[in-house]
């Protein structure tokens, strides 16, 4: 891959050092510029971990795509720019419990003796920022996140936000280290299962300098700040959101 040219997708021009700087600034600008969306997975279009089909799609097509393709590909970015990263399964807190087991895949990044979780594919309440794994309360655009050790489980630890006053667990991920193909068969769960909840409507999200954007089917929420808006769309209007919204010509 060319990637001075995949840099630019995401609107980075200036060199990059192994620092925690740049790997923020890559991090902000890989979420807000390339939105969580499984509109492949609707057109029934297989979904590829080739690096050269990612590249393909994300760089030069500008699109998005589910964790698999966004966190997958940003493993390959970093291992190119010389970050020492590691992938790990992440299992879902959906509606107050686990979903199946190891259907998220997301990064950690050690620097300088400290891991952080890196993830660009997590939609809208991805952080846009490194994480440490120490606990450590970080504020990234509109609402704190934390990563701290899993008290139900060993050498697990737990991504969590807060909103309002409590904290809400996002997902829980252990210290074993995965390569993309591990993978496969949870990617085809999401592709093709009857339990997976990105085969059935449009999904799309993005984080944004104020908040996120979430298109579900025919609806979209707007987080700006404190401020959440919510209306519905009709089938007319869906190519202009894509684009106006999330700069993706469908």
């Known amino acids: 891959m060319d990637i001075k040219n995949y840099l630019a997708r995401i609107g980075i021009t200036q060199e990059l050092k192994n620092n925690l700087d740049d790997l923020t600034h890559l991090q902000q600008n890989h979420v807000t510029q390339v939105p969580f969306e499984n509109l492949d997975i609707l057109k029934s279009i297989p979904l590829s971990f080739d690096p050269n089909y990612l590249y393909e799609k994300i760089a030069i097509r500008q699109r998005g795509g589910v964790c698999y393709e966004l966190n997958g590909f940003f493993h390959v970015l970093l291992r190119e720019l ?42 809208g309440n991805t952080p846009s920022i490194p994480i440490p794994l120490t606990g450590e309360k970080i504020f990234a655009v509109n609402a704190y996140y934390r990563v701290k050790p899993y008290a139900e489980e060993q050498r697990t630890w737990v991504l969590e936000k807060k909103e309002d006053a409590d904290w809400i667990m996002l997902y829980k991920f252990s210290e074993e280290e995965k390569v993309l193909d591990d993978f496969k068969s949870v990617c085809d769960f999401t592709q093709y299962s009857e339990q997976s909840t990105f085969n059935k409507t449009p999904v799309i999200m993005k984080v944004t300098d104020k908040g996120r954007i979430t298109l579900h089917d025919h609806s979209l929420t707007i987080v700006e700040g404190l401020k959440k808006t919510k209306h519905t769309f009709g089938p007319e209007q869906t190519i202009n959101i894509y684009k106006e919204l999330f700069d993706l010509e469908i």
């Not at 259907?103 to 950690?108: C, V």
């Open 82 to 123: 010389n970050f020492d990263v590691s992938m790990r399964a992440a299992t879902v807190n959906l509606n107050g419990s686990w979903f199946k087991e190891g259907t998220h895949l997301t990064n950690i990044v050690l620097l300088n003796g400290e891991e952080y979780l890196v993830d660009v594919g997590f939609g």
